[in-house]
Structure formats: structure tokens, C-alpha cells
């Protein structure tokens, strides 16, 4: 790789093991952007949820980075794209009282925790909507860019720069973390979440009206717990047991 | 004004001092896009060289940011955008041998190192052909932003995002620096070059043939001297003395 005055040689995070992941794009043009944002910080993988192609639109913004483009997959919907992740970091520019939000800087330092094999999704919404709270859901980390004032909120192909380029120009790694383990495979530790809710229901404990919060606060202290293979086990048993001695 | 989460209050690089200086930009979209960048970091004046006003491609792409586009100014040539400015910082995404380029995250110390009411402008080129040599000997620092590849460089509005996010997202300002005083106002400085060129010219050393080398090599030295008041007058005194001397 040619690596001009002000090029980082290292490469502190790992960048391969990424995944930008797009759901539900509303503009082509967008989708070329984020693929010039990639290809000038590094990152390479494009997931697009909702779409099954992409028009001129985004070739003609790519400028240089039709290769990304040209990779790029798509998928029905989003539990397929995270399916190969074992960690996903969602941009919202709204606060949830649902969800705790990582400060933007400790994004790097929340990836840089897990082993570098970690395979990291970085989730971003509708140009104009953003993510939905079910989507939010599927995130291990929510995490909202600062800016100065509520509007205009930083625009899609802008959202992903930022990120990427925290990544990017992070210095060098520290070192293995003192650390934490793998994350299980980010659909198992969806599952995992799926039983625990399933049992609250049978308990009683999530109803009709409480059902949408009740649902977000969980998949949210899951999202943060990262859950291992081992955890995820633990967990599963435990639940499992419980709803047998309950039938 | 509105903080939303994710916010931040404080203001350690005093914003209001920043002017974004766009020279011969080809796009207008691109400054509309720029100036929606300002309104999502909090930087507001904007100054324009090399076009007269601005079309609707300009208000369509800024979004809420309609009233930094409608408080830009307009400047037939650098010197007068640059003119109130006390410090002038210029993004390049190539190397040049004459200038010595500042590592990007220096950019923010590069402007605390001075007293907070110093005026600073923040100088990007044009789209295709970034700033000319004659541009970038106007600058006191040269700045690169980091890439992972020689192309495609940042565009426009992404160079100036990422430059201002730099700015914006810097943590608390450390309190005034053990410091360095108020540079002279940058026409001044300007001067004063130029009198050691026309002194170095009288004395032979500036010729045909390396006039645009010692040119940018001795703008680039003073550039980053950032002369104070009494900087310039010594020097000019001194030079004066000289030129008189010899004629």
C-alpha cells in the first residue's frame, strides 16, 4: 500500500476485522461516500441492510473506492449482517434513557478491550429515521458522535468518517488488555438474551404495556456484557432450568 | 443553544476566534456541505476566496446551516481573507520538501501554544487542485490529515470535518500556556518576509533558479516563527539597517 506524508503504517485496531454495516440507506449518493470514508482510513467490509444492489448514484461518489463498492453485501436484514460479528458498536444521534451511551473517545478503548480477532460491526441508521430501537437492540454498545448543537445532526457518509477515523488514527495499541475474553458469536449471544427475556414473560414479568422497555433494558445489559461462549452456557442453563421447574 | 447528548459545553479551543477560508472552491455543494460541518462542530465565519456568491447547490446540501452560507464573506485574493487572521493554518494532502508539515493531533496544540483572542484561520484548497505553493507560503503551519492510501484524498468537506472536529472535540483547554505571545496580525508578518526576500535578493542569494525554492523555504521558516509585534519590528529594523547599508 502506497502510504503518503501523514499515512499511519500501524494499524493500532485491527482494521480488517471490521464491518461498516448500513441499514436501510435511503440515498445511493450516501452509500458511495461512506465507501471514499472507508477506502481513506483503511476499512474495507460494506454491509447494506434492505437494499439488493446499488445504483449509479453510488459509483459516481465512490471516487476511488469502487473496489469497497464492488464487495459490498447485502442482506435482508440485520441479525444476517451481524451474524459473523462478535461485537457491534451502534451510532445514534439520539440519547435513549434505554441504553448507556459510550463516550465517543472510549469506543476505540471498548474495541481494544476484547481480543484482536474480535470481529467488530459498526451499525448505522436510515439517513433520516437513524436506528431503530430494535436495532439499537442488536448492539453491544450504543454510541452518539458529539456535536455542537441538536441540528443538523452530522450526515450519514460524516458519521461514518468520524468514526472510522477515531479508529484510524488511534495510537498505537497498548498492549493485550488485561482482559476480557472473546465474545461468543453475536447471534448466540442474542439467543442468549432471547431465553432470559422468554423466562421474564413466563415469570410474569413482561406484559403488554412494559413489554417494548422491558425488552430494550435487557438487550441493552446484555449488549454491554459482551457475553462469552462460557457465559452464554452459564446462562443458558440457568434460564433453561428455571423454565423447566416452572412447566 | 440546544445541547443534545453527546454534547459538549465546553469550549477549550474558543471557537469564535476560527475562520474557515475556502480558496477557489470548484463545488458549491461542497461549500454548502462545509458549512453544515461548521454548524455540527460550532465554527461560524466562513470566508470564501475567488467567487463572488453562492448558488442553490450551496444552500440545498447545508442543511439548518443556511445562516453560516448567508453570513460568508467573499474575498477577490487570500491576503484580504487572511487579513484579520493572527495565525493560518493550511491543509495539504500532499508533502512538500519546503514546508515542515505538523502531525495532525499537533494541530490543536500548535493553536493553544498562543493567547486564546488569537484570530485563526483554517485555509483549504481547491477540490482537484488543493493550495498552491504561493497559498501555502501564506500559511504560518502546513497540516496533513492522515490516510491509509494515496487516493482518494479527503474531500473537501470532509477535510474541513475532520479539522474541526479535532478542534471541537479537544478536551479541556490545559490553561494558558506557559506561552508564547499574540502573534502580529498575519499581513504583518507578511511584511516582514517579504523584506528579508528583497534583502536576500540584493545580496544575490535569491536568482532565477531557486527564487521558488528559497521563496517557500523562507515563508515557511517565518510561518512558523508566527511573529509577534516586536518580532517584526526588530527584524525589519534589522533588515532595513541592512538594505541601507548596502546601497
Known amino acids: 500500500m502506497d502510504l503518503p506524508h501523514g499515512a499511519r503504517s500501524a494499524d493500532a485496531v485491527g482494521r480488517n476485522r471490521f464491518s461498516v454495516i448500513l441499514s436501510h440507506p435511503g440515498n445511493h449518493e ?33 471516487v476511488h473506492a469502487e473496489g469497497i463498492l464492488g464487495k459490498a453485501r447485502f442482506f435482508p436484514d440485520l441479525a444476517g449482517a451481524t451474524a459473523s460479528c462478535r461485537l457491534v458498536l451502534a451510532a445514534t444521534a439520539r440519547a435513549r434513557n434505554t441504553f448507556t451511551v459510550l463516550p465517543f473517545p472510549e469506543i476505540v478503548e471498548a474495541v481494544l478491550r476484547f481480543p484482536r480477532k474480535t470481529r467488530v460491526g459498526l451499525l448505522f441508521g436510515n439517513e433520516r429515521t437513524g436506528l431503530t430501537s430494535e436495532e439499537l437492540c442488536a448492539a453491544n454498545y450504543v454510541f452518539t ?35 476480557r475474553p472473546l465474545p461468543a458469536a453475536k447471534p448466540l449471544q442474542d439467543d442468549c438474551a432471547g431465553v432470559v427475556l422468554r423466562k421474564l414473560e413466563a415469570a410474569g414479568f413482561i406484559h403488554g404495556a412494559n413489554r417494548a422497555h422491558v425488552t430494550e433494558m435487557v438487550r441493552g445489559l446484555f449488549g454491554r456484557m459482551a457475553l462469552t461462549e462460557k457465559d452464554r452456557r452459564f446462562l443458558t442453563a440457568v434460564f433453561s432450568q428455571g423454565t423447566k421447574k416452572e412447566t
Chains 1, 2 share one sequence.
Not at 30 to 47: H, P, Q
Not at 148 to 155: D, E, I, K, L
Request: net charge positive; glycine share 10%; aromatic share 6%.
Open 30 to 62: 450516501n452509500v458511495g461516500l461512506v465507501a471514499r470514508a472507508m477506502k481513506n482510513t483503511g476499512f474495507r467490509d460494506l454491509r447494506i441492510v434492505g437494499l439488493e444492489s446499488l445504483d449509479d448514484g453510488a459509483r459516481r461518489t465512490a
Open 145 to 179: 458522535i458529539p456535536q455542537a448543537c441538536r441540528q443538523p445532526s452530522y450526515n450519514l457518509a460524516s458519521a461514518v468518517l468520524l468514526t472510522l477515523f477515531a479508529l484510524f488514527n488511534h495510537g498505537p495499541d497498548p498492549g493485550p488488555a488485561a482482559g
